[in-house]
């Protein structure tokens, strides 16, 4: 009794981890760009962090008495244009992480577009502006708003 | 039960080498659900080791003697607390609790995994599961804890009494975890390096794990010390032991390590550095695991023997050599950001430091293979221990002592010779002074003498920068100092947390070199009513008791400890003989304070009621054992993580609505 | 001279202070032993405990793992502390007493490579990997350590490109560029506190 309850036991943990395993292959999805545009922030803002950290370290060395003021002020002039260019690249990256972004979400919506089969808004107007718009712009070319990210999201 | 725990202790098994499989198939091809997929392999190995974990615990509690681990170490008196002791007693139990933790380790990391490290985490789950499939692997098909007797014993052999100590309730699982944990920073780092990523992406995770590895170790070393102070009977708490000197150097190790990432973590410099140094720590570990179950040199602490010695060998070859590989194969791409400024900055001071580690673990490693060195050549087998280790660690230490004075004094980047004069000054008096006095008090020990100046010197250098920082703030802020102190060491974690713990090593320093060169020990056979002196104290011998138990007989005996003529307390030293073991354990009474403890044993109880003791004077042992509360809490706070300067600013300067990505 | 040569100065002269500590210690990790309790008389039968207890450290006890005989509660360990004594009381010396043990037992039975022979390997080697490290982590700081103070990093664009960078920096830190020049005039470290206030929604023009 107790030996077939342990088995029973032992096969539920196992058909279990198989379902759980086989459930991500199965249902094939792709949440990778969400993620990668993070990843690229969070990049940038660990090396700003780093350099943030040793400017207040170097506050502090300086009023503990420790680093003297041409010292304090050639560092501290060094640090800030470390932080401001790590902070520019990080803008570019994340702008060129939304740009790619955008561009496959337009794609993506083309496709099911083309599904479809019933253009549902293709060379309608754009909804920024009214204006005339193709259906594969990038952008209108009157006000170059974004079609399809006049929501809050991507602005 | 027992079969439950080994059928899950095979899927698990399966499952690791899944999810090591399946993460870098699924990075190399590019196919993210089958990363998924393993990544979600982390935790069912977790769900069933879990299982495993918990049919042994049910093993022991309903007495299952059928199951030979059950058998040989525990039996129907043992109490049941001692189920947590009893599981890692022997060879087996302790492999399933290694995998058990490393397993759990692992689920924590993939899924508290930071995004910038998302890139190259199948590669770091893979090297983590690798490992974890060694010890699955190795338990499956060698030493299985599930394996059952062909009969059913009315009784086990019970628990081993050294083990029954409150120490090792903590000391083998801390010092094992933290061994352990030494596969994470080398996950990381290693998983980051076969990414291409060769930057600082892993630094902040290395860090941290390398620090939680690095306090697990040191409070499994410190309690593995009391332990041995207080239940081994000669009045020592560490004889360079070959299994001692396994576990205390990966500690070194990562000692250097969690200094030296800093210097990358603040500077990006050290890339090259940290990769190998983390390499070195876990090949250290390693080794250590490999000296605790069938290493070639006998120990007190070992596993005994055990068929298992190769397999671990060729294990730690693996684990040395393929990073080196990796190593080797990215070398190219792996630059620092930026140059050291100058000779004399904390930078380089941390890099001494790093060196000076390296050298006592060198040292360490060297005596203990001597041995087979030497019988390899001579035929001979000459022995390493303790009077080699003064001799050539003790100034190694000295010089670390030294380090740890003057590196905290330099700042970051550089400074010029005569800054440091300054910052020395009045550390380096006051070390100067308390010379002077020791000198005036009778020390003449120059080893001594030196331990206690640079002691001196590291904390007057703290509690220096503590108090400027603090009155700088009671003055700008109208903080109070107590407020102040406190903000200060809350804004400066790493730095700060850093500190303590250097206090806490100048307490073990103070401990050691009390007890090694003021020490006094005598060894005297008493009747009772008898009296001894020992120092100032007089000790009255009033006989001993037999109490009987059912699984030992404790000889207790009855010290009275005057001074002065006065009582001061009466100790209980213990001889209890197991029979079951044939073996006695002894129970030192000891009366402990800050200056000094006495420390008594009943080494041999004779048959005409004498007893033989070993009396011991050992000064300033108390700092040593209170150091280890100090030395977690400096820990702790440098692990407490800080709000990151850099995240909450960009949030609060980017409008909500105008955000990217809900991060 | 050069510039520079002041600056090795305390890195030799802390190389030098350690090896130095490390020759005196060598030699006086033995003497500090031996003069351990020594200011407590030796018992009335005519020998120094203390060195007798530092003698029981030397040598290992032959039958158990990894035990010196002042560890071991074994007979044979409580034996040989007894001969160590007997020998001590008869006039023999520690170098006497380890040879007539050597003799019975062989080399293994000393705890530490006795410092001759094919043994002396042991000692030499750590201080010859000792002094490598040391000479090695010189040579390394001084290769990594570059001339004068590093120029800011090569920014890839213009000084005018980085000037809004500049400016949300200073914010983010609440720099004051006056106060820079007041050195002590108010506490530098008091500002980490200052910039958790949040800066103007302005800050970045270019932020997406």
Redesign the interface.
């Known amino acids: 009794m107790l030996d077939a309850i342990i088995v029973l036991i032992g096969a539920l943990l196992a058909i279990f981890s198989v379902a759980v395993l086989t459930y991500p292959l199965v249902r094939s999805r792709s949440r990778g760009q969400p993620e990668m545009l993070e990843a690229a922030g969070e990049e940038g803002l660990s090396e700003l962090d780093s350099i943030y950290e040793s400017i207040r370290t170097l506050q502090l060395e300086y009023g503990l008495g420790k680093v003297g003021e041409d010292m304090y002020r050639q560092h501290m002039n060094d640090y800030r244009l470390r932080a401001a260019t790590a902070l520019r690249r990080r803008d570019e990256k994340q702008t060129d992480a939304a740009l790619l972004l955008e561009q496959q979400v337009l794609l993506a919506r083309a496709a099911i577009v083309d599904a479809d089969g019933s253009p549902a808004d293709s060379s309608g107007p754009c909804p920024s502006c009214g204006g005339a718009l193709d259906q594969n712009a990038a952008e209108c070319p009157k006000c170059a708003a974004k079609p399809g990210f006049s929501g809050p999201d991507l602005q | 039960?027992s079969?439950?725990g080994a059928?899950?202790l095979w899927?698990a098994l399966v499952?690791a080498g899944?999810a090591a499989v399946g993460s870098v198939v699924g990075k190399v091809r590019n196919v993210?659900?089958?990363v998924?997929?393993s990544r979600?392999?982390v935790?069912?190995v977790l769900?069933?080791l879990v299982?495993a974990t918990l049919s042994l615990v049910a093993s022991f509690i309903t007495n299952d003697f059928e199951v030979a681990y059950v058998a040989l170490h525990s039996d129907l008196a043992m109490p049941a607390r001692f189920t947590w002791v009893a599981f890692y007693a022997g060879n087996e139990g302790s492999l399933l609790y290694i995998a058990f933790v490393l397993a759990a380790v692992s689920a924590l990391v993939v899924w508290r995994v930071?995004?910038?490290l998302?890139?190259t985490m199948p590669y770091t789950t893979a090297i983590l599961m690798v490992i974890v499939v060694f010890f699955l692997a190795v338990m499956g098909f060698m030493a299985n804890p599930f394996d059952k007797l062909p009969f059913v014993p009315p009784d086990g052999e019970g628990i081993n009494p050294l083990l029954t100590h409150l120490g090792m309730f903590f000391h083998p699982p801390a010092l094992m975890a933290g061994l352990v944990f030494t596969a994470v920073p080398f996950s990381f780092s290693l998983g980051s390096l076969i990414g291409g990523k060769t930057g600082?992406?892993w630094v902040?995770a290395g860090r941290v794990w390398g620090l939680v590895a690095w306090g697990l170790l040191a409070s499994g070393l410190l309690l593995g010390s009391w332990w041995a102070y207080t239940i081994?009977?000669?009045g020592?708490f560490w004889?360079w032991?070959?299994v001692e000197n396994a576990a205390l150097m990966p500690f070194l190790g990562l000692t250097a390590f969690i200094h030296s990432i800093m210097v990358q973590?603040?500077?990006?410099?050290f890339r090259m550095w940290n990769i190998l140094l983390i390499n070195v720590a876990f090949g250290l570990a390693l080794y250590g695991m490999f000296m605790n179950r069938g290493g070639p040199?006998?120990?007190?602490h070992s596993f005994g023997a055990s068929s298992l010695g190769w397999t671990f060998l060729i294990f730690l070859g693996v684990g040395v050599v393929v990073p080196l590989i990796v190593f080797f194969w990215r070398y190219p791409l792996i630059k620092s950001a930026?140059?050291?400024?100058?000779?004399?900055s904390r930078e380089?001071a941390f890099?001494?430091n790093n060196?000076?580690l390296?050298?006592v673990a060198?040292?360490t490693l060297?005596?203990s293979v001597?041995?087979l060195?030497?019988r390899l050549?001579?035929g001979?087998?000459?022995?390493?221990?303790?009077?080699?280790y003064?001799?050539?660690n003790?100034?190694?230490f000295?010089?670390l002592l030294?380090?740890m004075g003057?590196g905290p004094?330099?700042?970051?980047?550089?400074?010029?010779?005569a800054?440091?004069g300054k910052?020395l000054l009045r550390p380096g008096s006051f070390a100067l002074a308390v010379v002077v006095v020791l000198l005036a008090l009778g020390l003449?020990?120059?080893?001594?003498l030196?331990a206690f100046g640079l002691g001196a010197m590291v904390t007057a250098g703290i509690f220096l920068?503590w108090y400027?920082?603090a009155r700088?703030?009671h003055?700008?802020?109208g903080e109070n100092y107590l407020l102040a102190w406190l903000r200060?060491i809350g804004?400066?974690r790493p730095?700060y947390g850093g500190y303590i713990v250097h206090l806490a090593v100048v307490m073990v320093a103070l401990g050691i070199v009390g007890s090694?060169?003021?020490?006094?020990?005598?060894?005297v056979v008493l009747a009772p009513g008898d009296s001894f002196t020992i120092?100032d104290y007089e000790l009255r011998f009033m006989g001993t008791v037999e109490v009987p138990h059912s699984n030992r007989t404790e000889f207790v005996s009855t010290i009275e400890v005057y001074r002065d003529g006065r009582l001061l307390e009466i100790l209980y030293p213990r001889r209890d003989f197991y029979p079951a073991f044939n073996m006695a354990a002894?129970r030192a009474a000891i009366r402990s304070t800050p200056v000094e403890d006495l420390y008594v044993v009943p080494?041999?109880n004779l048959a005409d009621g004498k007893v033989g003791f070993r009396f011991l004077v050992n000064p300033l042992m108390w700092w040593m054992w209170v150091a280890g509360p100090v030395l977690v809490l400096g820990t702790l706070v440098a692990l407490w993580p800080q709000p990151?300067?850099?995240?909450?600013?960009?949030a609060?300067?980017?409008?909500a609505?105008?955000?990217?990505?809900p991060? | 001279m050069s510039m520079r040569a002041p600056s090795k100065l305390p890195i030799v002269i802390s190389c030098l202070v350690i090896i130095a500590l490390a020759l005196v210690a060598t030699g006086s990790v033995a003497h500090a032993q031996e003069a351990g309790s020594s200011s407590e008389p030796g018992q009335s039968k005519g020998y120094d405990e203390a060195e007798a207890i530092s003698i029981d450290r030397m040598l290992m006890c032959p039958v158990c793992p990894a035990e010196t005989i002042d560890q071991a509660q074994v007979e044979v360990s409580r034996q040989m502390r007894l001969i160590v004594r007997e020998m001590l009381s008869q006039g023999s010396s520690r170098d006497e007493i380890l040879d007539f043990f050597v003799g019975n037992y062989g080399a293994d039975i000393l705890a530490a490579p006795p410092k001759s022979g094919f043994n002396l390997l042991a000692w030499i080697v750590p201080a010859v990997a000792i002094v490598a490290v040391l000479v090695v982590g010189f040579l390394v700081i001084r290769s990594m350590t570059g001339r004068g103070v590093q120029p800011a990093p090569a920014a890839s664009g213009s000084e005018e490109d980085l000037a809004p960078y500049l400016e949300a920096v200073d914010r983010d830190l609440g720099l004051d560029l006056g106060l820079l020049a007041t050195p002590g005039g108010s506490n530098p470290t008091a500002r980490a506190d200052r910039a958790e206030i949040p800066p103007p929604e302005e800050g970045l023009s270019k932020d997406v």
Do not use: C, H
């Open positions: 039960m079969d439950l059928i899950s899927i499952l899944y993210p659900a089958l998924e997929s979600r392999a935790y069912l769900l069933a299982v930071q995004p910038s998302r890139d600082d992406e902040d081994l009977g000669w020592g004889f032991d070959p973590k603040r500077r990006g410099m040199v006998p120990s007190v930026q140059r050291l400024d100058s000779m004399i380089a890099l001494v060196l000076l390296l050298a060198f040292v060297w005596g001597y041995p060195i030497s050549f001579t001979n087998e000459i022995t390493v221990a303790r009077p080699f003064d001799q050539v003790g100034p190694l000295l010089g030294f380090v003057v004094l330099l700042p970051w980047r550089r400074t010029t010779p800054g440091v910052a003449r020990q120059p080893y001594a030196i920068e400027r920082g700088s703030r003055r700008s802020m200060l804004a400066n730095r090694s060169f003021f020490g006094t020990q005598r060894d120092e002894t080494s041999e990151s300067p850099a995240r909450a600013r960009v609060a300067r980017i409008p609505g105008s955000r990217a990505s991060a």
